[in-house]
């Protein structure tokens, strides 16, 4: 049936059923909706068939307690619920829930609570907080999913704080240390677990964070593969894990996950809304609301689904559905369906966020059920002040969907798996349904019946299901009764998801000598992944022959970078024993493997250790040969990349000072002078050039003839050994005439100076120079506040116009920490402190002119590609890309453009980071792993940092995006540009 938009939205739950489109040969049934339930964000239906439901009524703003869990039953017999009683009360916003002995874990952040009900009443009587800690921010954005892992853990889905503009008294608390409020001399986690997702064992009191994060959802593939989502990055895959990526300081890692969909991302969506409630921020047409991401782990939906995973889209009223492949250690996901979804609805109230498989397979989708679902975080003044935020708070939805013709649901109040024997409930570890080998595992290891050992041993080796054989040993492993030779066993199992996860069990039985041994003979494992998890596994044997077999395996797999960073998370890795294989196997070719590799072993020297990095030193310095610039260049750059991250060694490289000089000096190769130079700087220059070098550097600086990269090299060099001195030599070189190399080494070497006369002397040669030159002299510039002054005095009197300062530069000076030197730079660059809501009000005529989408283009190119592409155009990968903004309202977007500290994107917040040495960065955070942080420049750049160099980081006090555009464009090139941002070309 066809529904008339006179009837809803909203729609009653039986209507509601005629506007879903669903993919051939499944049927979507109602299974529970109001009054029974509202506001539903999670469910769980524990080992005796009875369902609970999460509701967060409080979304988004109401904090006073009115989250609760509700205990559904079947009194009829037809299978669905028909009655509900409130078992927990008082809730703020809860949004996870998950079975735990006699009752359940929920997650309220700050807390992890549990709840149980003792009488027998359906009312929770006991209420317990087993871990708290966690930020108190968004509820898009805290702590969520509780979900027992295969390696018997409980995991926890935390993305860290959302930083809030508007609600500062509500959502602004960032957490603190994460831990065991009983348990006071217990484990602890930094305040917010970093931002990072948690794993924990309420019984034995222990607690980890994780490698990576994840917004909303959390999901395990049946090898325990674990796969996260953001809100626009909807599947990646966490590769390493934190255990890993910490053993080794010496390494820094800067990406732990990896992308899976073999599609652009964000993905494009084909929604079939009739009237969207599209908001402030809302990405139209690609994904910006992705959460609950969970792989289909049951057999009731055909086999193309065995591999698929679902993603809820809440603001596009659908459900986006991908199948796994596997593609080396990690995995790719490609769509099911070509321009249309799994699910998809023309109800715009239909607001899918999480899923549930089953006893009986069935997928269960959770609609909240709201008028609108974005935050008011980020919508417009008008809307987040009105009632609609809470419309649709007495409504929600569960659906089922199964293929045609499945039998109904027939599950409630009829499963007895908490009365089954030890032996049944080993029998049901070989389910192919995750809901019952789950709770069987789960009720094993929590109950520890003896009665069950002998079993669980057969099934280990016996069971004809690979899973069975799985969760068999994961299970004796949680019992702490596996022995050395169930390990060795599943060693050489037949199933290569079995091999790996007996490795991963293997890690923890490593004083088995048995053990070690049969890991030694795995090598040559045809399976990937296998080989993956055994070179992380070796990396905690100091056994010689486990360190031959992770170089052999490191350069048999060289072009796989996951394989790298393994390889050199090994505590005891040996760089120069990793440099020596490199040499003897992989440098008779360049390919971005091998120089990576070379880069990554060099870096991993600098940071650990003195002699094999000069060592290293030598070896790029002998090596003269052209074959062998490539790798040469690439040890270099290693080498200045770890020590630039390492603690200070006084004195340790001074012997090697005049020898990477004379490299930086006489080098054939550019790029092996300027990593040279490089390295040259991460020790310090000073002294580093004997007489005769000291003088064939300044000939070659000075030579008018001569090649202009070589010289631009010899002007660092001399600057690095002793800049006061030739301090003169580098003003004559600002003069006209000189190469724009030449110059802007000259500005830097100046720059890097104490001298007072620095800025006039910049400012005076201002006209001669190329944009190249200036913008190297702002960036020397705005280091120092005196020299910030004099550059903004020169602006003021006109000596240089604001628009020859390339515009990142300008809003580096705009977000200066200095109160003064910030608001001058603003005013300068036509900003007028507290003016953005005076421009919004000065260019509402621009929304009433029309505008020219061609022309918009131009004015796009010239304003906002500094920092912004358009659909992955051209321009810097800074702020969000503007071409997710086509539905954004005109008025919308001229707030967004005039007065950028409205609202600030998610993830898109800025961050002053702090470092050890005295110096900053400002930037967005691109990327954050357990040992470093990547933040990302305006102009795009990234610049990557460990976390051992940072003192302190925090939030800057406005947007990455400063106001003052309306300096630069006027009300019709407005018109255009917003013309050109809705339409595009």
Not at 187 to 216: C, H, I, M, W, Y
Request: charged share 25%; proline share 6%; with cysteine.
């Amino acid at each position: 049936a066809v529904l008339s938009a006179r009837h809803g939205p909203p729609y009653t739950p039986e209507d509601a059923l005629a506007t879903f489109t669903l993919a051939d040969g499944f049927r979507i049934e109602l299974f529970a909706a109001e009054p029974l339930i509202s506001d539903p964000v999670a469910m769980e239906v524990d080992e005796n068939g009875r369902l609970f439901v999460v509701e967060m009524h409080g979304y988004p703003l109401d904090l006073s307690g009115s989250g609760r869990v509700m205990l559904l039953t079947d009194t009829d017999g037809d299978g669905r619920p028909d009655r509900s009683v409130v078992f927990a009360d008082g809730l703020r916003l809860p949004n996870g829930i998950m079975r735990w002995k006699n009752g359940v874990l929920v997650t309220d952040s700050p807390d992890v609570l549990y709840l149980e009900d003792t009488d027998g009443d359906g009312r929770a009587d006991v209420k317990k907080v087993v871990l708290t800690g966690f930020a108190r921010s968004n509820p898009q954005h805290t702590m969520n999913t509780p979900l027992y892992g295969l390696d018997n853990w409980i995991y926890l889905a935390n993305e860290g704080p959302a930083r809030t503009v508007r609600y500062q008294d509500l959502f602004g608390d960032p957490g603190h240390d994460v831990r065991y409020p009983d348990r006071p001399d217990g484990p602890r986690l930094p305040t917010d677990a970093g931002g990072r997702n948690v794993r924990f064992k309420p019984d034995t009191f222990e607690l980890e964070a994780l490698s990576a994060r994840s917004q909303f959802g959390q999901t395990f593939d049946a090898w325990g593969h674990h796969f996260l989502n953001t809100n626009s990055r909807h599947l990646y895959h966490e590769v390493i894990a934190a255990r890993y990526v910490s053993r080794n300081s010496a390494q820094t890692v800067t990406n732990v996950v990896e992308q899976v969909p073999d599609y652009p991302m964000p993905a494009e969506l084909f929604p079939v809304t009739a009237s969207p409630e599209y908001q402030l921020l809302t990405d139209v047409g690609v994904m910006t609301a992705a959460s609950g991401v969970t792989c289909y782990l049951a057999d009731l939906f055909p086999p193309a689904y065995r591999r698929a995973t679902f993603v809820a889209e809440s603001v596009h009223n659908l459900v986006r559905v991908d199948s796994l492949r596997d593609d080396g250690v990690t995995f790719k996901a490609s769509r099911m369906f070509d321009a249309r979804e799994f699910l998809a609805s023309s109800d715009s109230w239909f607001r899918p966020v999480n899923f549930y498989i089953g006893p009986d397979g069935a997928l269960y989708v959770i609609d909240f059920y709201r008028k609108i679902i974005e935050h008011p975080e980020w919508l417009d003044d008008v809307t987040a002040s009105s009632n609609a935020l809470y419309e649709g708070r007495d409504r929600g939805r569960i659906y089922r969907i199964v293929p045609a013709g499945a039998a109904a649901p027939g599950w409630m109040n009829r499963i007895q798996l908490g009365a089954a024997s030890p032996a049944e409930l080993v029998r049901m570890l070989a389910s192919p349904n995750i809901w019952w080998r789950r709770h069987a595992q789960r009720l094993l290891v929590d109950r520890k019946p003896r009665a069950a050992i002998d079993g669980l041993f057969d099934f280990a080796s016996k069971s004809d299901a690979p899973l069975g054989r799985l969760h068999a040993l994961w299970t004796l492993e949680g019992l702490g009764a596996i022995r050395p030779d169930t390990i060795e066993s599943a060693l050489g199992d037949s199933v290569a998801g079995v091999r790996e996860n007996a490795i991963r069990i293997a890690e923890h039985h490593l004083d088995e000598p048995r053990l070690g041994e049969r890991l030694l003979r795995m090598g040559d494992d045809p399976d990937p992944k296998v080989r993956y998890q055994l070179l992380l596994t070796l990396g905690d044997l100091s056994d010689a022959r486990a360190e031959a077999l992770r170089g052999r395996l490191l350069v048999d797999n060289v072009e796989d970078t996951w394989m790298q960073i393994a390889a050199l998370s090994a505590p005891g890795a040996n760089p120069l024993s990793l440099f020596q294989a490199a040499r003897a196997r992989v440098s008779d070719r360049d390919t971005p493997g091998r120089r990576a590799l070379f880069s990554r072993v060099a870096a991993l020297a600098a940071r650990g250790d003195a002699p094999a990095t000069r060592e290293l030193i030598d070896r790029a310095s002998a090596a003269a040969e052209a074959s062998n610039d490539w790798w040469r260049a690439a040890t270099l750059q290693g080498l200045a990349e770890g020590l630039r991250g390492a603690k200070p060694r006084t004195g340790a490289l001074d012997g090697r000072r005049g020898q990477i000089a004379a490299l930086a000096l006489r080098a054939t190769s550019g790029s092996i002078r300027q990593a040279a130079r490089q390295v040259l700087d991460a020790i310090g220059g000073g002294g580093a050039l004997d007489a005769s070098l000291a003088s064939e550097a300044e000939r070659i600086a000075t030579d008018a003839h001569g090649d202009a990269g070589s010289r631009a090299d010899a002007v660092s060099v001399l600057a690095l050994h002793d800049g006061a001195a030739y301090a003169n030599l580098f003003r004559r070189l600002l003069g006209a005439g000189e190469p724009t190399p030449v110059q802007t080494a000259a500005v830097r070497a100046l720059a890097a100076l104490p001298a007072p006369d620095v800025a006039n002397a910049f400012i005076a040669a201002w006209e001669r120079w190329t944009p190249a030159v200036r913008d190297e002299a702002v960036r020397g510039l705005v280091r120092d506040p005196a020299r910030v002054g004099a550059l903004l005095d020169a602006v003021a009197a006109g000596k240089i116009r604001a628009t020859e300062i390339d515009r990142p530069l300008r809003i580096r000076l705009m977000m200066l920490d200095d109160d003064a030197l910030r608001n001058r730079a603003r005013s300068l660059f036509n900003v007028a402190a507290g003016s953005p809501r005076a421009a919004v009000e000065r260019y509402q005529a621009a929304l009433s002119r029309p505008g020219d989408a061609q022309r918009g283009r131009e004015v796009f190119s010239r304003t906002c590609t500094v920092c912004h592409q358009y659909r992955g155009g051209d321009g810097a990968r800074f702020g969000p890309d503007l071409g997710e903004v086509r539905s954004h309202t005109p008025q919308s977007l001229l707030v967004d453009i005039l007065d950028p500290n409205h609202a600030i994107a998610d993830g898109y917040a800025l961050w002053v980071v702090k470092l050890s040495d005295g110096g900053s960065l400002t930037g967005i955070v691109g990327s954050e792993t357990p040992t470093s942080i990547t933040l990302r420049l305006p102009g795009g750049s990234d610049t990557t940092v460990p976390r051992a160099r940072i003192d302190a980081m925090h939030i800057a006090d406005a947007s990455a995006m400063p106001e003052g555009l309306e300096g630069q464009i006027d009300l019709q090139q407005m018109a255009d540009l917003i013309a050109f941002l809705r339409r595009g070309m």
